[in-house]
T-cell receptor, first 114, second 112 residues
Framework: DVKVTQSSRYLVKRTGEKVFLECVQD?????MFWYRQDPGLGLRLIYF???????EKGDIPEGYSVSREKKERFSLILESASTNQTSMYLC?????????????FGPGTRLTVL | DAKTTQPPSMDCAEGRAANLPCNHS???????VYWYRQIHSQGPQYIIH???NNETNEMASLIITEDRKSSTLILPHATLRDTAVYYC?????????????FGQGTTLQVKP
């Protein structure tokens, strides 16, 4: 079974802190994604990566950056956390070939910024 | 990618079939219909997808109307563990970003 793991299930940070959210997948998938999920807004794509060191902005990249130095790992960085970044963060991965778009999601990290 | 419309919530009795509708009246010829679900406090989970033919797997069946403007996800024998938010997503096979657009979904409550 594909496994996507995220470094923390719950995280509490203070405004202005630099925050790292880590995601690791074990199926050699090319594509990886970061979403955030908020009540009433559904899942929104922040960034995605289709290969090592490659990244593309999603719909809401402001205030975030990403890093993909190794194929299995995709990190989301909040350079200076703000209260409006309090959210559930979901990482996903998929194979890069074909139209078959099954994305495998991690369990999520619930981030609270105080 | 075409927009989808789903009812916000539905109830189903345990052991009965759950039929979840989705409207996608602006779907185009190369767009697939995907269904995911999200159980509370977990990440979304893929269920099934289809283009124009009905599809079945170990989890569910997908019925797509002939004009492809709507579809129904069927859970044949719903259990309490099927209580979740179900998302219907339409996207093009030509897209290579893998981006999924999740709407509000349908909250399915399976009751004993």
């Amino acid at each position: 079974d594909v496994k996507v793991t995220q470094s923390s299930r719950y995280l509490v940070k203070r405004t202005g802190e630099k925050v790292f959210l880590e995601c690791v997948q074990d199926m050699d998938h090319e594509n990886m994604f970061w979403y955030r999920q908020d009540p009433g807004l559904g899942l929104r794509l922040i960034y995605f990566s289709y290969d090592v060191k490659m990244k593309e902005k999603g719909d809401i990249p402001e205030g975030y950056s990403v890093s993909r130095e190794k194929k299995e790992r995709f990190s989301l960085i909040l350079e200076s956390a703000s209260t409006n970044q309090t959210s559930m963060y979901l990482c996903a991965s998929r194979t890069g070939t074909g139209h078959y778009n099954e994305q495998f999601f991690g369990p999520g990290t619930r981030l609270t910024v105080l | 990618d075409a927009k989808t419309t789903q009812p916000p919530s539905m109830d189903c009795a345990e052991g009965r079939a759950a039929n979840l509708p989705c409207n996608h009246s602006t779907i185009s010829g190369n767009e697939y219909v995907y269904w995911y679900r999200q159980i509370h406090s977990q990440g979304p989970q893929y269920i099934i997808h289809g283009l124009k033919n009905n599809e079945t797997n170990e989890m569910a069946s997908l019925i797509i109307t002939e004009d492809r403007k709507s579809s129904t996800l069927i859970l044949p024998h719903a259990t309490l563990r099927d209580t979740a938010v179900y998302y219907c997503i339409v996207r093009s096979s030509g897209s290579n970003t893998g981006k999924l657009i999740f709407g509000q979904g349908t909250t399915l409550q399976v009751k004993p």
